[in-house]
């Protein structure tokens, strides 16, 4: 079956200090990535869609310029937090389609981010 | 706009009960519907998924759900409830429109007791 992979699965960084998160489509082509945030026993809150040579489109409400997303290829998608800050530790999971004609969502495991 | 309902943020069962998780939906036509898994610090499993083939559902594990369209309900369940069923269950709906983002419940912990 489908597989994204992600990674890290957990990092530590300091305040101000930027941090990268990587999802891969493994076995098929991503055309659209998701990007989610998840709070403690919460449900996920779409941050932003990108969709493969695209300017990502984001969610109201969410800091384009602090939550930087690129979609270079089909198979690779990035967050970037820029100057973390404590607030902006949580639970981040990307999730991957093949198009709008597939009903199929395939989600990476998740990175746990923690600001210090 | 579409939303979901997840009815119980938590539901409790004893090992080989029988489980239902309630998710009720609100969309202007019938959505495609799906019930993901999440065990802690992980990502979403797909359990199953309705995309307007049958009505009745068959997924992973066990689990089965049935959309109704009367009730604008897609409830899932499963007849015997193992030890391993322990996680956080969400379900979530899709547009048929060009709009293909996925939209979350809240989510329903379900905890099995031996």
């Known amino acids: 079956g489908a597989v994204v992979s992600q990674h890290p699965s957990w990092v530590i960084c300091k305040s101000g200090t930027s941090v990268k998160i990587e999802c891969r489509s493994l076995d098929f082509q991503a055309t659209t990535m998701f990007w989610y945030r998840q709070f403690p026993k919460q449900s996920l809150m779409l941050m932003a869609t990108s969709n493969e040579g695209s300017k990502a489109t984001y969610e109201q409400g969410v800091e384009k310029d602090k939550f930087l997303i690129n979609h270079a290829s089909l198979t690779l998608s990035t967050l970037t937090v820029t100057s973390a800050h404590p607030e902006d530790s949580s639970f981040y999971i990307c999730?991957?389609?093949?198009?709008?004609?597939?009903?199929?969502?395939?989600f990476g495991s998740g990175t746990r981010l923690t600001v210090v | 706009a579409q939303s979901v309902t997840q009815l119980g943020s938590h539901v409790s069962v004893s090992e080989g009960a029988l489980v239902l998780l309630r998710c009720n939906y609100s969309?202007?036509?019938?959505?495609?519907l799906f019930w993901y898994v999440q065990y802690p610090n992980q990502g979403l499993q797909l359990l199953l998924k309705y995309t307007s083939a049958a009505t009745l559902v068959k997924g992973i594990n066990g689990f089965e759900a049935e959309f109704k369209k009367s009730e604008t309900s897609f409830h899932l369940t499963k007849p015997s409830a193992h030890m391993s069923d322990a996680a956080e269950y969400f379900c979530?709906?899709?547009?048929?429109?060009?709009?293909?983002?996925?939209?979350f419940g809240k989510g329903t912990l379900l905890t099995v007791n031996p």
């Open positions: 979530a709906v899709r547009s048929r429109g060009s709009n293909y983002k996925l939209t």
């Open positions: 999730s991957a389609s093949e198009g709008r004609q597939t009903y199929g969502y395939t």
């Open positions: 969309s202007s036509v019938p959505p495609y």
